[in-house]
């Protein structure tokens, strides 16, 4: 009994300080408290419900008759919004603090919220190399069915929450975008409920133009209710070879050079200052050299930006083995270096051995619990943001990070963007190399200020012909927004297919400036 006297007694104390300084004190300057008591036990209830859960549905092979099911309550609600008189517009009924993006939309409370429990993974047909999903089922979901049957996506982007919705509604990368384009290059067709209630499916050769719409469109052309995704054969392993480079120029060069050679599978960048990165370039295998094998997936194992970091700081090369799908998720445990801000201790040693097993909290649960006042401070104080640039612009934009925001690590992942009618797409009638950077954490700049500093990157990349992702605080006018994107199809469909009144204009929906 003495222990649990003790634990009792530890409990009853936590609680009374909490009590005596305030929820909203010890929230903000003693946040890991509340998460590693409360939110990492939660986040394992989570993780092992939709896993069992998906497991028991896809081996009862019941997800197609339940799919069809839930179209149709999608059709019949779609329906009832008509015959009400349409006064507002609609949107999905998933609460915003469940979505992996950091803005919470207060659109929800004003539209119609269509309620959407679509999760499941559908169909694995190898002989045409597809997978048929519905919208919520995430990353972690289908790399653990797909590689446990041969195979694997394309692109894989690495956090375990991301949905197949946000990826093709918003869009995805993944470090082997360089050959194979954004996640909505690798699907195939989409079904959408429309805005009269009717069901549709688009592809290349069918509705062709709805189909090249619909990436970025976030929800605001119709209701993604499923998805077919291009499948690839999987292998065991990845042989990733670190390369620590010095100096801005080299690193631009080395990277252009590593990212315009297909040889190479997965290619991606962390760059810890502005003078210094390690490059990444990996291949699958299907053997491995047992002294090279790193399981970097195991909970005790360092955090992966960490155990990169070494190499940059031995200045060594090196090459390791990796499990395919745990190289996937390599950013997963660490949420990429957003979690040494919220347990500083995180990559101990020793929390990782006790504690590893329950990391990462939910996105969603850190979202649903952090409050007006860390809302605010994060707002502020704190940056995560991803600009796509054209790759010959590289040491351009990283000088312009470092001048704007001064954050690092900077994520660096190459990718081609490939021609079409979309919102986004290349200058010219070519594919041509962009690169992703990925900036996340506080800045170092002074006298940061979030609107400000964000409004100079946003200029420097509509300058040049690059794209901001929309999960993020976006804080160009309207006119700016239409600028950097391309809205010619996008309006169209949206004037031919009713959309005005059923959904709002994905500037409405997104942007800082407009009301949401």
């Known amino acids: 009994m003495d222990p649990l006297l003790y634990v009792g007694g530890a409990l009853v104390t936590l609680l009374l300080w909490v009590r005596v300084r305030g929820l909203d004190y010890v929230l903000v300057h003693q946040r890991w408290i509340f998460v590693c008591l409360f ?7 989570f993780d092992v419900y939709y896993y069992v859960r998906a497991w028991l549905i896809f081996k009862m092979c ?23 008189g349409s006064k507002t517009h609609m949107c999905t009924g998933r609460p915003g603090w469940l979505t992996v993006s950091l803005r919470v939309g207060k659109y929800k409370k004003t539209h119609k919220n269509i309620m959407i429990n679509m999760m499941d993974i559908l ?9 048929r999903v519905e919208p919520l089922a995430n990353m972690g979901q289908v790399t653990a069915l797909l590689n446990s049957v041969g195979w694997t996506l394309p692109v894989l982007p690495e956090l375990d929450d991301l949905t197949v919705g946000g990826l093709v509604m918003g869009t995805g990368i993944e470090s082997s975008s360089h050959v194979h384009g954004l996640f909505q290059h690798i699907c195939v067709a989409y079904e959408l409920v429309l805005a009269d209630g009717s069901v549709v499916r688009c592809s290349e050769e069918e509705n062709p133009d709805l189909f090249h719409a619909v990436p970025w469109s976030c929800g605001t052309l119709g209701f993604l209710v499923a998805a077919e995704i291009k499948i690839v054969p999987a292998k065991a392993w990845v042989k990733l070879r670190y ?21 190479n599978t997965f290619v991606e960048g962390i760059q810890y200052a502005l003078d210094s990165a390690v490059i990444m370039t990996g291949t699958m295998t299907d053997h491995a050299e047992p002294d090279k094998i790193n399981r970097i997936g195991l909970h005790f194992q360092p955090w992966f930006f960490k155990h990169v970091e070494g190499y940059l700081e031995g200045d060594r090369a090196g090459v390791e083995y990796i499990p395919l799908r745990q190289y996937y998720h390599r950013h ?21 051995w006790l504690f590893g097993w329950m990391v990462p909290p939910k996105i969603s649960l850190l979202k649903l619990t952090q409050g007006e006042t860390i809302r605010r401070l994060y707002e502020q104080h704190h940056v995560v943001q991803d600009m796509l640039v054209p790759m010959k612009h590289l040491q351009a934009a990283i000088t312009r990070f470092h001048q ?16 079409g009618r979309g919102m986004v797409r290349p200058k010219g009638q070519e594919a041509e190399l962009y690169v992703d950077i990925g900036a996340y954490g506080e800045p170092k700049v002074k006298h940061f200020e979030a609107k400000a500093s964000t409004r100079q990157l946003e200029k420097f990349v509509r300058d040049v012909h690059g794209f901001q992702m929309l999960y993020a605080d976006v804080y160009m006018d309207r006119e700016e927004f239409w600028e950097m994107f391309d809205g010619r199809l996008y309006h169209r469909l949206r004037e ?10 994905v500037y409405d929906k997104i942007c800082k400036s407009a009301r949401h």
């Open 496 to 505: 031919e297919l009713g959309c005005k009144e059923a959904f709002p204009e």
């Open 39 to 45: 939110l990492l036990p939660l986040s394992v209830l």
């Open 123 to 131: 169909e694995v047909d190898t002989k045409r190399q597809l997978v």
């Open 62 to 84: 019941s997800a197609p008759k339940l799919h069809e099911q839930r179209v149709r309550d999608i059709q019949r609600q779609v329906r009832e919004w008509r015959k009400e």
């Open 243 to 263: 390369e620590p480079v010095r100096g801005l120029e080299n690193i631009c060069k080395r990277f252009t050079e590593v990212s315009e050679n297909k040889e």
């Open 404 to 419: 704007d925001i001064n954050v690092y690590p900077l994520w660096l992942c190459p990718f081609l963007l490939l021609p």
């Open 332 to 352: 997963t445990r660490s949420i990429f270096w957003e979690l040494q801000d919220i347990i500083p201790f995180g990559n101990n040693p020793v929390f990782r």
